[in-house]
Structure formats: structure tokens, C-alpha cells
């Protein structure tokens, strides 16, 4: 009984490079929210997809970053072109029925930029 | 939309010390109130929820009572251990249709033996 599987666990980059993220939800669950976690910071909400469909983005910085959660596969958070300052913890989260209901996060994927 | 408020740390206590943590609320309605709990290299998980004024939610020990009237829902231990050394967040959801939750800054917990 899987939990929410978030891979890479550590991902270095360069200034310029692409990150992808991924996160495959619990079994069952149709709701994926990803959060950036700063240093010092709370978290700070992203994105709310279900599958195929991109519910909320406001919390998305307008450009370089991108989001999917196709019908099939894992949830991508995309980033292109890092700067320093995305480097942060990014946090998948996904529930059954939304924001009402539990949350089960991942254990994070971990971005440094060079 | 709603927002929290939650109590800067960092908060050091002995072992079997009592541990309260301020959280505040500001919300349209009565909408369901969170803890999570964020232990070293992990992600977050759910440490107890309150859905409505006056519950109590509680686990592991910790208590926390959802009080409409002064908008806290403050976290409380009687006697902690090593082991509750953690970031504790509060959370709601962000209210006006929008299925996204708000988490407070975090309130980091070191437990010393």
C-alpha cells in the first residue's frame, strides 16, 4: 500500500538546465496539489490538478514553470531555465477528495541549483 | 481568503515538559482546521483535524480545540517526548471554492532528553 512516491529525491541542476519532478499519488486518489518549501518558510501552495486538468494554478509563477498530471503516469512539475532561487524542497500531495479531506504528502524532492 | 497565523519558533523544551503552540485563524465560515507534523528529511503528515467548533481533535497525545469564538486552535502536548522533535504547521483550507490548503509557517519542536 504505497504512499505518495515523489522521485528524485535529490535533484541538481545548473543555471539554465530543466528539473522535472514527479509525483505518482496514492492508489485511489485523483486530487495532486504540489508546494514549494523554502528555507525558513512555510509551504507555499503551487498547483491543483486532477487528472488531466489543471484546477488551480495561482500559486504558479508565471513563466518557466509548468505542470501535468496526464491519464496515465505520474504528475510532472516542470521547471525550465533554474535560477539559484528555485532551489527549495517541493512538496506532492494528493487526497481523494480534496482539500476538506486529508492530505498525504510525499517525502519531497529536494532541488539545488548550481 | 482564509489565512493563518501560527506561532514563530523555535521552541526548545525538556523531556515531559507541556508544549502549547498558537494558531489563529482568519475564515469565511467554519471550515475544517488542521495540524501537520513534518519530522527530519520527511514530508508532512496529518496529526489530527477538528471539522467543526468546539471538537477536539487529539493523536498521539496531542490535543487541539477548534474555538470559534477567539479563532485559535492552539496545539497542546501534557508531557513531550525526544521523539515529538518536529515542524508542526496549522492549516485550513483557503476558502471562496478553492480546494487548496494554507499552512502556517511551521513552529519548529526540539524535545532535549
Known amino acids: 500500500n504505497a504512499g505518495v512516491m515523489q522521485n528524485p529525491r535529490h535533484l541538481v541542476r545548473r543555471r539554465g538546465q530543466e528539473a522535472r519532478l514527479r509525483c505518482s499519488p496514492m492508489k485511489g486518489h485523483s486530487h495532486v496539489y504540489w508546494y514549494r518549501q523554502l528555507p525558513e518558510e512555510g509551504l507555499k501552495f503551487m498547483v491543483y490538478?486532477?487528472?488531466?486538468?489543471?484546477?488551480?494554478e495561482s500559486g504558479m509563477p508565471k513563466e518557466r514553470f509548468s505542470a501535468e498530471f496526464p491519464k496515465e503516469g505520474p504528475s510532472i512539475l516542470r521547471i525550465q531555465q533554474v535560477v539559484r532561487g528555485d532551489s527549495a524542497a517541493y512538496f506532492c500531495?494528493?487526497?481523494?477528495?480534496?482539500?476538506?479531506?486529508?492530505?498525504?504528502f510525499g517525502s519531497g524532492t529536494q532541488l539545488s541549483v548550481l | 481568503g482564509n489565512s493563518v497565523t501560527q506561532m514563530e519558533g523555535p521552541v526548545t523544551l525538556s523531556e515531559e515538559a507541556f508544549l502549547t503552540i498558537n494558531c489563529t485563524y482568519t475564515a469565511t465560515g467554519y471550515p475544517s482546521l488542521f495540524w501537520y507534523v513534518q519530522y527530519p528529511g520527511e514530508g508532512l503528515q496529518l496529526l489530527l483535524k477538528?471539522?467543526?467548533?468546539?471538537d477536539k481533535g487529539s493523536n498521539k497525545g496531542f490535543e487541539a480545540t477548534y474555538r470559534k469564538e477567539t479563532t485559535s486552535f492552539h496545539l497542546e502536548k501534557g508531557s513531550v517526548q525526544v521523539s515529538d522533535s518536529a515542524v508542526y504547521f496549522c492549516?485550513?483550507?483557503?476558502?471562496?471554492?478553492?480546494?487548496?490548503?494554507?499552512f502556517g509557517k511551521g513552529t519548529k519542536l526540539t524535545v532535549n532528553p
Open positions: 477538528a471539522t467543526k467548533a468546539d
Open positions: 500531495a494528493s487526497s481523494q477528495q480534496g482539500a476538506n479531506e486529508k492530505l498525504f
Open positions: 492549516a485550513l483550507p483557503a476558502g471562496g471554492g478553492s480546494e487548496k490548503l494554507v
Open positions: 490538478l486532477q487528472k488531466e486538468n489543471i484546477i488551480d
